[in-house]
């Protein structure tokens, strides 16, 4: 119980991460650049975009394994819990708020920080992952190959996904330079967090 109740707190935390990254408006991780830029297109709120883009993720999951399971379920309200928040955060308690161009780097900064720790203690915690690693990992278990290879590839989809709908549709570019801070920044962090609480997880077994 204790384990569940600090995921549900963790997962709070990523969600404040990215409402900050959403917020700061100067670029955002691949996986979420899609739903932003969707945003852009259709001016829909973020968390509900950011939801509608995870539903799609399990569906493929739910699709590939021609069943489905609690956890494709849990992804779910995991993806809804986080998109009530994000939209909580980013359209009422910030809503109103404008920014500099250095108060937004800043708080690109902050977001990622908390965003990358939370990720960190989630993937320790091992209850749930997100439905895009959900589904990386499925389609790598479906079709024998590499995991890690395969989210690279996803990503790079992803990238060209939005390059392309914004030359389309002639709206904003959600990968800008808070993309290139969130690559340099974000995977050391959450290894590191990682790294950490599975260690202190082990030695409270022990």
Sequence with gaps: MKKYCLFILTLM????????????????????????????????????LTLFVNACMILFQVIL?????????????MSLFFGMIVNTIVYQLL???TLHYYQSLIME???????????GL????NVCVFPCEGFALTFSNTFKVDFQKTRQVIDIILVISCISLSLIFQCGFA??????????????????????????LILQKG
């Design 175 to 200: 990968l800008r330079e808070g993309t290139i801070i969130a690559a340099c920044i974000f995977s050391p962090i959450m290894g590191f967090v990682q790294r950490s609480v599975t260690k202190r």
């Design 122 to 125: 989630l993937v320790a915690l």
């Design 13 to 48: 935390v990523v969600s404040i991460g990215d409402s900050l990254c959403f917020k700061a408006n100067i670029g955002v991780s691949p996986y979420e650049a899609l739903a932003l830029t969707f945003n852009y297109m259709s001016h829909i709120k973020i968390g509900t």
């Design 65 to 77: 394994s021609k069943q489905l399971k609690v956890k494709y379920v849990l992804q779910f309200f």
């Design 95 to 97: 809503g109103g708020i």
């Design 109 to 119: 900064i902050i977001g990622l920080c908390i965003s990358a720790s939370g990720c």
